[in-house]
């Protein structure tokens, strides 16, 4: 099962965008989702992350009070909702999960430690 992110594009700088990944044939109740980006030249890095089974969330340093992450259950989808965007937000997001229990016990924000990717959104900031 391969989760679906949505929602990108070009912005200018200060703009907003929201971000939806979507998740398919499975309940977020026993999941953590990731949102990651990866900017041209550069690795992959962990943006925020939200469990689903206690809604315990986290975030970058980078995006700290810009960037909000929440969970719709109903939806089966997961948002990343992204205030004061500046250029280094710029590169293709995407989402993926593991185990809530597993998360809870052993938080990670690092790529190797999550499955299900997807094909990512593009988001550009730029003026």
């Known amino acids: 099962v391969q989760l679906q992110a949505s929602g990108g594009g070009l912005v200018q700088p200060g703009g907003s965008l929201r971000l939806s990944c979507l998740a398919p044939?499975?309940?977020?109740?026993?999941?953590?989702i990731g949102w990651f980006r990866q900017a041209p030249g550069k690795e992959r890095e962990g943006v925020a992350t939200?469990?689903?089974?206690?809604?315990?969330?986290w975030y970058a340093d980078s995006v700290k009070g810009r960037f909000t992450i929440s969970m719709d259950n109903a939806e089966n989808t997961v948002y990343l909702k992204m205030n004061a965007l500046n250029v280094e937000d710029t590169g293709v997001y995407y989402c993926?999960?593991?185990?809530?229990?597993?998360?809870?016990?052993?938080?990670?924000?690092?790529?190797?430690?999550?499955?299900?990717w997807g094909q990512g959104t593009q988001v550009t900031v730029s003026s």
């Open positions: 044939g499975f309940s977020l109740d026993y999941h953590a």
């Open positions: 939200i469990n689903g089974r206690d809604g315990n969330t």
């Open positions: 993926a999960r593991r185990f809530a229990s597993g998360h809870a016990k052993r938080p990670s924000h690092s790529p190797a430690d999550w499955r299900s």
